[in-house]
């Protein structure tokens, strides 16, 4: 059996390799050639949870969960919030074949996954990016956009302003382009032609008026039904579109809490960006439409990544 750590996957897994493998894991699930259940989380107590996300790239591929637990305090102590494994089965034999550290494989495809979603979604000319969040999402997140628009500049809010202007020195070093730090989300938004949202906020930090009209967003830091970070406003307002609709329909938090205030049925989810890329689905309408890309994370994207590194070894 093959143990990829952590080192490893971050050295081999690059964005160049992952956007394109999410991409097409993104095609096959909205085709029904990929399988999985919805993930299953058992709560630990202050923000803790402990998930399961079994999935099959399908009916002779490869097969595995990702198992993972969630400490949101662990940023603060310099650790990864999310740890755990991918363990990685045969399709023909049905053995376990890899296992595969789970913190940086879902790093990495989480910001590949919306890279794609805005390389679809977001206008042609899309320029400048918010990001709301300053931990590893933030990271990753940056270092994905880059690869699929020209970006001139970004913004980066967080709730502890020290903590937003470290991480907009390293990604300016890194990057190459100015990352500022900002002191409020609507100042941050303003001029933004994407946003993404990669907070551990429990209420919605961004505002649907605060949204310019062409404006992508990306929602991602609530993979669960709970945590909000957006409001009821920019949920109407938007193009929404699920990376998994079944699994919005369950647990996406933003869309539950509209609904549940009576503002949108199931119907306001469109559908999947699988079917976007597919050809199946319109994506953006008009340069003046807002899009929102909904992400809670599908275990066939973790799959993909894993198949990936096994098989290159």
């Given amino acids: 059996m093959k143990v990829i750590d ?4 971050r050295e081999r897994l ?16 909205s ?14 107590g202050g923000g803790r949870m402990f998930g399961t996300m079994p999935g099959a790239l399908g009916e002779r591929a490869m097969f ?4 993972v637990s969630v400490f949101p305090e662990n940023f603060a102590k310099g650790v990864q919030s999310h740890q755990g494994v991918v363990a990685l089965f045969d399709g023909e034999t049905g053995a376990p074949v ?8 879902t790093a990495i495809r989480t910001g590949a996954a919306s890279a794609v979603a805005t390389d679809a979604l977001a206008r042609p000319d899309a320029r400048r990016m918010a990001i709301l969040g300053y931990g590893e999402q933030a990271m990753t997140h940056a270092r994905a956009m880059v690869q699929v628009r020209p970006l001139s500049d970004i913004r980066i809010w967080g709730r502890d302003p020290a903590r937003a202007a470290r991480a907009a020195t390293m990604l300016t070093a890194e990057l190459g382009l100015p990352v500022t730090p900002i002191a409020d989300v609507q100042t941050a938004v303003a001029e933004a032609d994407i946003i993404c949202t990669v907070s551990s906020a429990k209420e919605p930090i961004l505002k649907g ?20 970070e957006v409001d009821h406003e920019l949920v109407i307002r938007s193009r929404f579109i699920a990376d998994y609709r079944e699994g ?13 205030a009576g503002l ?31 992400s809670l994370g599908h275990v066939v994207q973790d799959l993909a990544a894993a198949q990936a590194l096994y098989e290159a070894v």
């Fill in 6 to 9: 952590r080192e490893e996957v």
């Fill in 31 to 44: 085709r029904g050639e990929t399988k999985q259940l919805l993930r299953q989380i058992i709560p630990l």
């Fill in 14 to 29: 690059t964005y160049e390799l992952c956007i394109p493998l999410v991409r097409r894991a993104m095609i096959a699930l």
């Fill in 264 to 294: 949108i049925g199931d119907d306001h989810v469109v559908g999947e960006i699988g079917q976007v890329l597919d050809g199946k689905l319109e994506g953006r309408q008009s340069p003046d439409q807002v899009t929102a890309y909904k």
């Fill in 248 to 260: 919005v329909l369950a647990q996406g938090a933003e869309f539950l809490k509209a609904k549940e």
């Fill in 209 to 228: 008026a605060w949204v310019a009209p062409g404006t992508h967003v990306n929602i991602v830091g609530s993979s669960f039904a709970g945590p909000t």
């Fill in 64 to 67: 595995g969960c990702k198992i």
């Fill in 98 to 105: 890899s296992i595969i550290h789970a913190g940086e494989v």
